[in-house]
């Protein structure tokens, strides 16, 4: 059991969750305009839409194992690539954080829910998304393969979580600190690159 792997797996969770995205800047504007419990109940949405993509990356890429280990040496080649196109798509973009001053229309928390739930589970870049980050994180010889895709979407979840929910319940300093430091941006923008690119790394030199 490789502790130091599951640690950086969820260091490297911490930080991409508080990078600005359409996630938690949805979640922050649906906080700031109707409350926390909108935004939080946005947040278990998301999450909970993540086990579906856990689900579908755990057992399509242990089959892939089981079935060809090159096969799975692909996979990763493409993971920690399509890592590296996510990093150079954020240094071309702006470094600006835009929190919007569109109106948001009212919904009941329960309707926030089932929009976090199905916007996670109908967007197919979070399930690519696990397929790059998941393999290189996978920290046992011994236990079930599936079982360890599920420990790290388990993990995710919850970091992800704590981050998410930490901007909704917080959400009015938050905006007033992005406003006042305009910096913050450029911080978070070049995070974002260097997490991306470190995965890519470690999966390209992690062994199969």
Known sequence: MNYDLLISFMIATFA?????????????????????????????GLMTGCLVHTTLVAFGVSALIKANETL?????????????????????????ISLGSTSI???????????????????????????????GFLFSDSLNTVAQFYILGVLFIIVSF??????????GAIS????????????LKWLQIVVFLGIAMLILFSEL
Request: a positive charge.
């Open 16 to 44: 991409l969750a508080i990078s600005p995205g359409p996630d938690n800047i949805y979640v922050l504007m649906q906080s700031l305009v109707h409350g926390r419990k909108f935004g939080l109940a946005t947040v278990i």
């Open 72 to 96: 799975y040496f692909i996979l990763k080649l493409l993971g920690a690539a399509y890592l590296i196109y996510l990093s150079f798509k954020v240094y071309k973009s702006s470094s600006d």
């Open 105 to 135: 229309p009212k919904k009941s928390t329960v309707q926030l829910f089932k929009q976090g739930f199905i916007m996670n589970v109908l967007n197919p870049k979070v399930s690519i998304f696990f397929l790059a980050f998941f393999p």
């Open 162 to 171: 704590l981050v998410f929910a930490t901007i909704a319940i917080l959400s």
């Open 176 to 187: 007033s600190y992005i406003t006042k430091h305009k910096g913050i941006g450029v911080f």
